[in-house]
């Protein structure tokens, strides 16, 4: 060391840091691209960056636990005979069995029903568990029609078509070998052990006038009775929306790209589609702009996790949100009492995401029976209706401080944004000004 | 016999008379006349009706058919027999894409020519087709018989898991991971008794090709990441 010749620290470049040369060296190695579970892992413009400003000399709040904040939302009001009701605006996302064990869908149902919720199948069709535990189940169409049939149709309480996700919009799905159990092949039709591509276009139709016709055909075989979701990923919220509208939908279900995935390519998961924050106030536009809003119902999801999160999606216009991810996560996913199993598989609690290799200490992200039995469909049916309690609690508190006796009456007026983003993004003003950008044409 | 004609009566009368059928009910053949391409005729289908359709009709004709026997004194639009899981649908005239998509069982008869996609995804369905087939067909098909007597287009049976195709005449291409395989006895068993079931008498199994998947795609390799 001198003078002259001081040392540096080494400096690694920001482009190329070291999650980025590790996938190189892994790419360069496998020849095969990252596939993982889960939803974008880079930090996006997102609810945290959006306050509420909660009542004041103008606006009187509702005295918590005494005055009344209701939270009841009924879906499918516009065509179908039987609409569903739900205590909370908080559903259990559609996830595959096939994905999740037996016993993980079987947590859902009970925990869903709990609360007075809604859960959904998946990609590979309606189990008699599921069924059986859920007070209220809403039944996929998807592109792959794995396990469709219409006598599952008709003891559903709800029909989403899948169009999008938020992991990939655009894009199929892959179960693979090591996961196609048996069962889960023979509800597949499908031979055990190969992997299972999923199609990402429907089979029978394309493009908004054909889906319309789609829709129709559904009504008629389950004779008008039930609610007909349409679901899509955050890409073009504003046009999708008003399609499916046009199409004939009761709700449609938004997923921007924070949404969970149970298996897809890493570079799709983190690159393809819109921030959760982003897509919903274009979509409440759209239903605003057609005089739907709030009678085609509007559900949010895409990396909901609290009560808060619900609060925040609602007041921006949404009816109702949905989880997946938190609710894996509630019955007992990533949970760092398996931290030692984690680390044996490389990884730990947290940052768990091979769902798609079939071996989740936790049990839920499997067709190992073993592994499986490891999840207690009771105790973790509670925990979920615990944490939907929870986030339910939390939004009303939120609601009622913002002087409201209903969550839906929440609304963008009570909200600040805390970046440039957000408040371009959900059209609410960055705090402490009464401007967001592209208001007023600046 | 109960008629239904779509020109005066709503599509939603005959859907829910079909639908609506008491056990042990006499009245199990219905007929419909002027359908006049009406969207989801005679769909969701539970029971063991009969239904005569004197005319075309359009999308989704006798989608998702548990047990019924719907024939279409006409041409159908697409998706005719969409996830059909049992029963039979038979097609007077020409038949658009995407015939017989996912379907679960029974079996499907198109007396003219089929269009693209024909049997896509199918996933147990039978398929008899007199005349030709378009492009992509049987793409994915997972189960099931897709019989063809005229030539079929281009990519057949692209990505295919085990469904089983026989062609009499030409195939444009064959698609990823489809390929011509031996026509064993047992096929032309089965052969013979679909050709029997959807009324062909002039034809013999032996003049057919069979095409399968060749399993190369079965579980992912990058080497063969040309053929995805
Ligand atoms: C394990 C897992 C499996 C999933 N399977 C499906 C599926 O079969 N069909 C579907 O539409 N979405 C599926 N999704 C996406 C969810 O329905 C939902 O859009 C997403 O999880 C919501 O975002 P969140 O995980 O941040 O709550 C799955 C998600 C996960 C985590």
Partial sequence: MSYHNPPTPPRKSATFDDQTLAEIRRAAATGIYDIRGGGTKRKVPHFDDLLFLGASISRYPLEGYREKCDTTVVLGSRFAKKPITLKTPITIAGMSFGALSGNAKEALGRGATLAGTSTTTGDGGMTDEERGHSQMLVYQYLPSRYGMNPKDLRRADAIEIVIGQGAKPGGGGMLLGQKISDRVANMRNLPKGIDQRSACRHPDWTGPDDLEIKIMELREITDWEKPIYVKVGGARPYYDTALAVKAGADVVVLDGMQGGTAATQDVFIENVGMPTLACIRPAVQALQDLGMHRKVQLIISGGIRSGADVAKALALGADAVAIGTAALVAIGDNDPRWEEEYQKLGTTAGAYDDWHEGKDPAGITTQDPELAARLDPVTAGRRLANYLKVMTLEAQTIARACGKNHLHNLEPEDLCALTMEAAAMAQVPLAGTSWYPGKGGF | ?228
């Fill in chain 2, 1 to 228: 016999m109960p008629v239904f004609d779509l020109s005066t009566t709503p599509l939603r009368d005959l859907n829910s008379a079909l639908h609506g059928l008491p056990a042990g009910a006499n009245d199990t053949v219905f007929e419909v006349i002027n359908p006049r391409g009406h969207h989801a005729v005679a769909v969701g289908i539970d029971a063991p009706v009969t239904v005569e359709i004197k005319g075309s009709v359009g999308y989704y004709c006798a989608g998702m058919n548990d047990g019924g026997n719907v024939t279409v004194h006409g041409s159908a639009g697409p998706g005719v027999a969409e996830n059909m899981m049992s029963g039979s649908v038979v097609i007077e005239g020409d038949a658009s894409q995407y015939a017989g998509a996912t379907g679960r069982g029974g079996l499907l008869v198109i007396k003219g020519n089929a269009a693209s996609r024909c049997g896509i995804s199918m996933k147990g369905i039978d398929i008899v087709v007199h005349g030709n087939i378009g492009h992509m067909s049987a793409f994915m098909g997972q189960s099931g018989h897709l019989v063809v007597l005229g030539d079929a287009g281009d990519a057949l049976g692209d990505s295919l898991y085990e469904a089983k195709l026989f062609v009499r005449g030409s195939v444009k291409s064959l698609g990823a991971d489809c390929i011509e395989k031996e026509l064993r006895p047992e096929h032309i068993e089965k052969l013979s008794e679909l050709l029997e079931l959807a009324g062909i008498s002039d034809v013999r199994p032996e003049e057919f090709k069979r095409y399968g998947s060749a399993r190369k795609l079965y579980n992912f390799n990058i080497d063969n990441a040309d053929a995805y």
